[in-house]
């Protein structure tokens, strides 16, 4: 197994460029399940996640081929309508080929995802919202049993708590439904937005893209044609090099980045003393000299987003004075707490609550990685602490972090991958 190697510096200095979104990219993905032609997709980022997505698809009966610097993806050969256990388990996000399978076959078997590192993560609101479209679902021996064999009909849906991947799901299924579906409490992210704009684009008419209220006029079981596309910068991915940067007191300039969708990090970054030179498609932070203690509560976009905890609880260690992280969406995203006070973080933790006293001198250690953001939150803590740390188990990083350590490497970090 592979581990990274970092020995502390003293500051990075140059520029990042991002990858494309994992979390816009898998629903697009599953998108092309409702196209009739060959779906170009551009700036799919090169992580672990992505490439599980493709092999379901694959297994399905697709095929997907890279051609030059665009991933082709022609689902007109698909014929399985079963996301088998074995793949399911290593990636929840499979469960966004539902809604797509359910509405162009009229029925779909997917695994139960089962829970993760970071909490129970139930599906229950995608298969309610599908019920209520008119399928039929039944949970059996560990799998969702959906049939809907007189395809799926529009209708007003209201999600009781604000889930990504549920809107993805059922804007999807929605897409190729009878009638118009509305959405109430729809989740409002950014790759939740380019989801919506790519469909409006290519003959599913959605209205309220980017509110909280989505009407989506479904095509009748009708497949759709989708013109090229590229996938948006990863905003979650650029706020962690934007924490690197704070917590190593760097300017960085990242490249290829969408500031607008990082409005709530920029914001807590600015509260800690960070100062940004933002244009269109690149930005610039100019580290604070002290970091001041902050007050994070995680909300769903367009508030502080659940994927940024971990690393801005890493920033701040190093920051002077006392700052309270509360984690609302996830029961048990904390994980990284444990390694972080191994290396001398004096944190503490009450419930949802983390309270972490700075600034704390950090040293190196060997530690492990126990979910995708945890593992970056280890990475951050390592540039500063003194000596050399070891990060194990960094399958978790390789699932939504594109080339982390060349990236890294190449603004200066002291990273190695190595063998176990
Ligand atoms: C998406 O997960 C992201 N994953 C997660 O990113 C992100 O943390 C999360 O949204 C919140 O922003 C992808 O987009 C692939 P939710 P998702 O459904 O859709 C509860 C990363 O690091 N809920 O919005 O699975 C759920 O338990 C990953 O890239 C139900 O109760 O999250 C949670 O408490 C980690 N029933 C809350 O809603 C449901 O049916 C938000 O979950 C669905 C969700």
Redesign the pocket.
């Known amino acids: 197994m592979d581990y990274l190697q970092i020995k502390g510096v003293k500051s990075l200095n140059g520029t990042i460029k991002i990858s494309g979104a994992?979390?816009a990219s898998?629903p697009l993905i599953a998108m092309t399940i409702l196209a009739k032609n060959k779906v170009k997709i551009k700036n799919l980022p090169q992580v672990a996640d992505i490439k599980t997505l493709l092999k379901l698809l694959s297994n399905l009966g697709a095929t997907c081929e890279m051609q030059n610097d665009a991933m082709e993806v022609d689902t007109s050969t698909l014929t399985q309508t079963k996301a088998t256990y074995d793949i399911v388990k290593t990636m929840?996000?499979s469960i966004l080929v539902l809604g797509p399978i359910l509405s162009r076959f009229g029925h779909c078997e997917v695994s139960l995802p089962g829970g993760c590192a970071?909490?129970?993560?139930?599906?229950?609101?995608?298969l309610k919202a599908l019920e209520q479209m008119g399928a039929k679902i039944n949970i059996e021996a560990g799998y969702v049993q959906a049939n809907a064999p007189k395809g799926l009909k529009g209708c007003d849906i209201i999600f009781d708590?604000?889930?990504?991947?549920?809107t993805a799901n059922i804007v999807m299924a929605a897409a190729l439904a009878k009638g118009v579906t509305t959405i109430t409490n729809a989740?409002r992210?950014p790759?939740v937005v380019q989801l919506c704009e790519i469909l409006n684009a290519n003959g599913v008419k959605i209205e309220g893209i980017g509110s909280a209220s989505l009407k989506i006029h479904g095509t009748n079981g009708k497949l759709i044609d989708i013109d090229e596309f590229s996938i948006i910068p990863d905003r979650?991915e650029a706020g962690t090099y934007l924490c690197a940067a704070a917590i190593t007191k760097s300017t960085l300039t990242l490249e290829n980045v969408e500031p607008s969708h990082l409005g709530a990090v920029i914001a807590k970054l600015e509260e800690m003393g960070c100062k940004f030179s933002i244009a269109p498609q690149t930005m610039t932070i100019h580290p604070a000299k002290t970091l001041k203690p902050i007050k994070i509560i995680t909300q769903?976009y367009p508030g502080f987003?659940?994927?940024m905890q971990a690393q801005f609880l890493a920033l701040a260690t190093q920051a002077n004075g006392t700052s309270i992280i509360e984690e609302r969406?996830?029961e048990n995203r904390f994980m990284h707490v444990s390694e972080l006070q191994r290396m001398g973080a004096n944190i503490t933790l009450s419930g949802n609550i983390a309270t972490v006293v700075g600034k704390t001198k950090l040293s190196g250690t060997d530690v492990m990685a126990t979910d995708?953001?945890a593992s970056s939150a280890l990475v951050l803590a390592a540039l500063v602490a003194d000596g050399i740390t070891n990060v194990h188990r960094i399958y978790h990083l390789d699932r939504?972090y594109d080339s982390l350590e060349k990236k890294l490497e190449n603004v200066g970090a002291k990273i190695k991958r190595l063998q176990e």
Do not use: M, Y
């Open positions: 994992k979390n898998l929840r996000a970071i909490g129970q993560r139930p599906i229950d609101l995608h708590k604000i889930t990504v991947t549920g989740a992210e790759e979650i769903e987003p659940t994927d969406l996830f995708l953001r939504g």
